[in-house]
């Protein structure tokens, strides 16, 4: 598996972070996981294409993890003489409602014209393209959850936006790469956020081979937000940064 951060920041525009995205190639498929504004033009940085993905999954449905849908169809249905290919969208319960709110609003001008399905999960564990998922709900909006994504005897955890919670720990036991968001300094803390202190229980319990910290709100500076996990936690922890990709084997996370 290989994931490309398309995406470190969050809703407040930075010029170097666009808000949450993650580009993972899997099986010899594209998907993404998220894609809040500017990840899509991430995405043709990293080389890909809307033609490329193959699924998206979304771990909540607030702008700053899902604005760039609209493009997404946009350019889907006009670029490359438009897109033939099915597309699977993967979301938390109140996806398809949502999704279909949007393609009314925007009308003929993103409506699919190529098989288009919607699956929804709040909790649950199924295989998709050879990939087992894991979904479990997370302590944010009541309809947020987040990922883990085993393929090759490797695992990949994504919290997606979380308070401190159990599901993320079973989420991120033993993956091989944990991409946890950590909203918040020590002290400024919300019961659907992380702070460095939640963020190093969670890895205490968890036991990760590495955390990659995203969501860091400004002005908080993530490369500090990683130091302070770290000095607690103990473990391999860094901050994301757009276009960072990460490759993970079987043996363990190796970075190119
Ligand atoms: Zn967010």
Known sequence: MRVTV????????????????????????????????????????SGGRPNDVTRILLTHLHPDHTADLVPFLFASRHGEGGRT??????????TDAWIHELLAAYGR????????????SLDG???????????????????SVGYRLESGGGALAFSGDTGEHAG??????GAAVFF????????????????????????????PGRVVITHVYPPVDPE????????RWGGEVTAARDLEVFEVHPAGPVRP
């Open 6 to 45: 398309l995406g470190s920041g969050t809703g407040i525009p930075a010029p170097d972070r666009c808000p949450t995205g993650f580009r993972v190639d899997v099986s010899g498929a594209c998907w993404l996981l998220d894609l809040g504004s500017g990840t899509l033009r991430r995405l043709a940085e």
């Open 85 to 94: 290919a099915p597309l699977e969208l993967v979301g938390p319960t109140g």
């Open 109 to 120: 001008w993103v409506a699919p014209r190529f098989p288009f399905s919607v699956r929804e």
């Open 125 to 143: 564990e199924f295989l998709l393209g050879g990939v087992r998922v894991t979904v479990r709900q997370m302590a944010h909006e009541a309809w």
């Open 168 to 173: 993320v720990v079973e989420l991120a036991r």
């Open 180 to 207: 946890a968001e950590c909203s918040f300094p020590e002290g400024g803390g919300t019961a659907t956020h992380l702070t460095p202190g939640s963020l190093a229980r969670i890895a205490a319990a968890a036991g």
């Open 224 to 231: 500090a937000q990683a130091a302070a996990v770290r000095a």
